[in-house]
Nanobody
Framework: QVQLVESGGGLVQAGGSLRLSCAAS????????MGWFRQAPGQGRDFVGA????????NYADSVKGRFTISRDSAGNTVYLQMNSLKSEDTAVYYC?????????????????WGQGTQVTVSS
């Protein structure tokens, strides 16, 4: 089993920045592909970005490219989502996810483990 704990959400003004963290435990971090998803009220769970476990490949949704960056800290078993130039449409609950495969999949169904989510609210 893999446990994921997110932190770092909050309220920020449009144009501002936030950094989300997701600490993983239960399996070697190097064996996990890590993803970020978000869900706005009344919406489905949308792909934000993902980082493959060993190929060094990172994928991003078009809506966040150039603004959001995923990084991995293997020593701390933590993945980060740096969010810059935030917009009101980025408001959502953000979820960290993990999967065993080596593909930075865009599909939520491909991920086996999920964190509890952290709220990000961007005020305009």
């Amino acid at each position: 089993q893999v446990q994921l704990v997110e932190s770092g959400g909050g309220l920020v003004q449009a144009g501002g920045s936030l950094r989300l963290s997701c600490a993983a435990s239960g399996r070697p971090f190097s064996s996990l592909t890590m993803g970020w998803f978000r869900q706005a009220p009344g919406q489905g769970r949308d792909f934000v970005g993902a980082s493959s476990r060993s190929r060094g490949i990172t994928n991003y949704a078009d809506s966040v490219k150039g603004r959001f960056t995923i990084s991995r800290d293997s020593a701390g078993n933590t993945v980060y989502l740096q969010m810059n130039s935030l917009k009101s449409e980025d408001t959502a609950v953000y979820y960290c996810a993990a999967r065993s495969g080596n593909i930075a999949s865009l599909s939520a169904h491909e991920y086996d483990y999920w964190g509890q989510g952290t709220q990000v609210t961007v005020s305009s």
